[in-house]
């Protein structure tokens, strides 16, 4: 880096490190009365062992049982997610909070790290991305973050050479799928038939197994959970819109109605469709891999600021493609890069409406496709 550059980024870091200190400062002081986020799926795993499996996506007999666990746990929270999840969750049964909840969190830490070194290759980056503000939420809270991120890498990385991994991968990623909306255009810009039969079969082996240790009706208990959790998503919408991640958020957060958010959403997410295909048909990976790390939280209209370490690593993949084409990188684009990875840090605001995280996601996108799309093919 020039000396000018590398001032900025240590003043980056230093507010990154304050950030980080102030996090994990207000997080000791509450760490003994369980974080809802974790103490969720920690309580789900624990209800597992002793309930039909079915009945965890019923919140009136995970409610009580969350709540005898913790007395002072007085809401609820739901298990939503797909029955793929439950199994990934069953082994923190066996652990007490705190011990489940320091292994998920650095287990799926290391996966995230593990699968940004693929592209990266410098411990400067992983340093980096340790320091970002969401990389410190995703520890306080225990969230899932850093796993989807991991997925999602990991079948961008292993695509090319190996199909298998990447079709795993993906099938995993069916945990949470609204997170996967992208991954079809890029196989099918692609052409990549080798992961898109991998990818069946994989998830195939991951509804018979998951059928088969929960129940053969699981899938469609959770289907059907899914609608009540529409509603409940709903009804809350106004505490969890500062905490979203989406052109949905954005929108109603800034006064917009919800049918004008709807298209909106739909409008953002076929340009960004339409641009990560271009992206791929023109072969620039490490941009295409970029537009599609960020791309996928504007297609999707449910997605939390804790979901987007996969947006971060998208961000620094960019700045890392850029400098080894030996390009500089513009004041805007640089704007939107520190300003997407510092967005995390709006949710800790005391009126956490402002649509910065979308809004940022949007306008890093914006530069990122124009860098793809400018680019000769191949290049």
């Known amino acids: 880096m020039a000396g000018t550059e590398r001032l900025f980024a240590l003043a980056i870091l230093v507010v990154f490190l304050a950030a980080d200190a102030a996090i994990l400062g207000a997080a000791a002081t509450t760490w003994s009365a369980m974080v809802p986020d974790f103490f969720g799926f920690w309580s789900s795993a624990q209800f597992l062992q002793t309930q039909r499996a079915a009945t965890a996506y019923d919140i009136f007999q995970l409610g009580p049982f969350q709540q005898a666990l913790n007395p002072n746990f007085t809401a609820v929270f739901p298990a939503p997610y797909s029955p793929v999840f439950l199994l990934l969750i069953r082994p923190l049964a066996w652990l007490a909070y705190t011990p489940a909840h320091l292994l998920w969190a650095g287990t799926t830490l290391a ?47 292993w695509m090319p050479t190996h199909p298998w991994r990447a079709g795993l991968c993906l099938a995993l990623l069916a945990f949470k799928p609204q997170l996967g909306l992208l991954m079809p ?28 240790v929960l129940g053969w009706s699981i899938w469609l208990d959770w289907l059907d959970a899914l609608r009540g959790h529409g509603q409940l998503m709903e009804e809350s919408r106004t505490q969890l819109i ?32 339409v641009a990560v295909w271009l992206g791929w048909r023109r072969a620039n990976p490490g941009l295409a891999e970029a537009a599609t790390l960020v791309g996928a939280f504007l297609v999707t209209p449910y997605a939390f600021v804790y979901d987007s370490p996969a947006a971060m690593y998208g961000a620094f993949l960019f700045l ?60």
């Open 111 to 157: 996966a995230f790290l593990l699968a940004a070194w693929t592209r990266l290759h410098h411990p400067a980056w992983l340093l980096a991305m340790l320091v970002m503000p969401v990389t410190v939420l995703g520890i306080v809270y225990g969230q899932t973050g850093f796993l989807s991120a991991a997925l999602m890498i990991a079948v961008l990385h």
């Open 320 to 379: 890392r493609t850029i400098r080894t084409r030996g390009e500089t990188l513009a004041g805007l684009e640089l704007a939107a890069v520190v300003t997407t990875l510092a967005a995390p840090l709006f949710i800790l605001t005391a009126v956490p409406q402002h649509p910065i995280a979308p809004l940022a996601f949007l306008a890093l996108f914006a530069v990122i496709a124009r860098r793809m799309l400018r680019t000769a093919p191949g290049q």
């Open 185 to 212: 255009v890029v196989l099918l810009a692609r052409r990549d038939t080798r992961t898109i039969l991998a990818t069946i079969i994989c998830l195939s082996a991951l509804v018979a197994l998951s059928s088969a």
């Open 242 to 273: 500062g905490i979203m991640a989406t052109v949905t958020s954005a929108t109603l957060s800034l006064g917009g109605s919800l049918p004008l958010a709807r298209a909106l959403q739909g409008f953002v997410a076929l340009l960004v469709a």
